[in-house]
């Protein structure tokens, strides 16, 4: 294995205050390839924060992300942000039919050498228990749970080699939970889920405390 995937997420001597708050002060960690990572902190303590250094949303006061080898900054950000598909905790679809949003996001600028087939959206359906005719609806009728699992669709077709989900399972029931969670340990992805959701706490999966 080239050396270079060993280490795919490092954060480095984190410091980041809000207000008079400090959240991080000197954190620092590793996340390999392939790991796949709950982010195991009390509410308030930086969780989904520490997923938006990653793709650039926010930044540390002090200290360095790197992605890949990669420092999280300007100069970086695209190719970084080329590797990663990010589903935050309030997902937000504009109003057109379902299979109409897909190809939208699909023929995104920085999407467009993205192959795909529609069995693999199928697949993908099924795999997710999504009915068919989802794709023919308008995403205003959607349920919670149903625009979680139609964006994890989205981020399998996006062929993304990192994915961090910020409260995914929040809208399912717990057979699905179980589901969604099955779904992405099986997967060769690096993962990183912020999640409250006990189905997570799982020993395959690698819990992250501060």
Known sequence: MNSKWGKMIEFKNIFLKYDEKVIFNDFSTRIKRNEKVLLNAPSGAG????????????????????????????????????????????????EMQVNEF????????????????????????????????????NTETLSGGERQRVGIVLMQLLKRKI?????????????????????????????????HDKCWNDSRIKELEW
């Open 163 to 195: 994915f961090l989900l910020d409260e995914l399972t929040s809208a399912l029931n717990q057979e699905l939970k179980e589901l969604v969670k099955e779904y992405f340990l099986s997967l060769d992805k690096t993962v990183i889920v912020v999640s």
């Open 102 to 137: 897909i190809q939208t996001v699909l023929d995104y600028k920085s999407n467009k050498g993205i192959k795909y087939q529609q069995y693999e959206i199928l697949k993908l359906f099924h795999d997710l228990q999504l009915s068919d005719k989802i794709l023919t609806s």
């Open 47 to 94: 969780k989904s924060t520490l997923l938006k250094m990653i793709v650039g949303f926010a930044r540390p006061n002090q200290g360095k992300v790197f992605v890949n080898s990669k420092q999280v900054d300007s100069l970086n950000i695209d190719e970084i942000r080329s590797d990663i598909a990010y589903l935050p905790q309030s997902i937000t679809f504009p």
